[in-house]
């Protein structure tokens, strides 16, 4: 889309990026596929002054220490780590001694990943995929889903790979994931602020106008985190990255409905007590024998 118009500014074009965008609209561009985006989408994974990319290190560390303890599987037991980034809990998964297998879509987080794995000579599965399209039935003893990825997705996506885990996972294995809940959102209120990138932003390199938009979908129990950048040449793209929250009674509905037993959960992944102002819920669940 190009807000210029015979050379001048189309302001009907750009009134239309202030509209409430249809619930789950898709982007026209993939971010996580995007050389630029995806290289900071890695630096923000690394960042451990932050939490913005991945957990910080010290925390996924007691994550795993923590989870690899509760569930006590034999040496050689095989764990899939879908949205695996580049690697970090996979990585501390391996040292647990599980034989791991990590899917992400954004080829710069895999590819660190995987000369992270070579040079401390692990070995660890790497696969650049949309792990929507993975296809493995009764392979492996855990699948992770860390750092709320259930959540980012739509209706029908989320319903698909919950049967692609289901169908990925042995009978007795363990799915472990984390939710956003309402609380996560509580300081996050409906706004619109904008300022200019004059270099090298986290979308693109280029000087551009960036506008952020934070919206609720309450009915639905949805945010958008919505972000417009606008060139110096005129062209306009949005990127939208939409938040489902859960409450526990939620959460225990969607395992049902999916058959996965509920085998425990908490306030985090490192096995605090759940409290119902918590930000997260963290939880494990099981495919039937």
């Not at 001048?8 to 596929?33: A, C, G, V, Y």
């Not at 391996?94 to 899917?103: A, M, P, S």
């Not at 401390?120 to 889903?145: A, G, K, P, R």
């Not at 930000?279 to 039937?288: C, F």
């Amino acid at each position: 889309m190009n807000l210029i118009n015979k050379g001048k500014l189309d302001f009907s074009q750009l009134e239309s990026i202030t509209k409430k965008p249809k619930l789950f609209t898709k982007d026209k561009i993939n971010f996580w596929q995007d050389p630029y985006i995806s290289e900071h989408i890695l630096y923000a994974h690394l960042d451990d002054e932050s939490d913005e990319g991945s957990r910080k290190y010290e925390t996924i560390i007691k994550s795993v220490l923590w989870l690899s303890e509760y569930m006590d599987l034999p040496q050689g037991a095989c764990l899939l780590d879908l949205g695996c980034g580049p690697g970090l809990y996979s990585e501390h998964f391996h040292g647990q001694g599980f034989k791991v297998t990590g899917i992400d879509f954004s080829q710069s987080s895999i590819d660190y990943a995987k000369e992270e794995a070579k040079a401390s000579q692990y070995d660890i599965e790497y696969i650049c995929q949309n792990y929507l399209e993975m296809d493995y039935q009764n392979e492996f003893d855990v699948v992770t889903l860390i750092y709320g990825d259930l959540c980012v997705l739509s209706h029908q996506e989320r319903d698909l790979l919950l049967k692609k885990v289901f169908k990925a996972l042995k009978p007795g294995g363990y799915m472990i994931f984390d939710l956003f809940t309402k609380q996560y959102f509580k300081k996050g209120h409906e706004n619109q602020t904008w300022y200019l990138s004059q270099e090298e932003g986290f979308w693109k390199e280029e000087e551009h106008l960036l506008l952020h938009e934070h919206i609720k979908y309450k009915k639905e129990k949805v945010r958008l985190e919505k972000y417009t950048l606008i060139m110096s040449d005129g062209e306009m793209q949005s990127y939208h990255i939409w938040k489902h929250y859960f409450s526990l009674k939620r959460a225990k509905e969607m395992l049902n409905h999916h058959q996965f037993n509920l085998k425990d959960f908490w306030s985090d992944l490192c096995g605090k007590p759940y409290e119902i102002e918590s930000h997260w819920i963290g939880m494990i669940a099981q495919k039937p024998l």
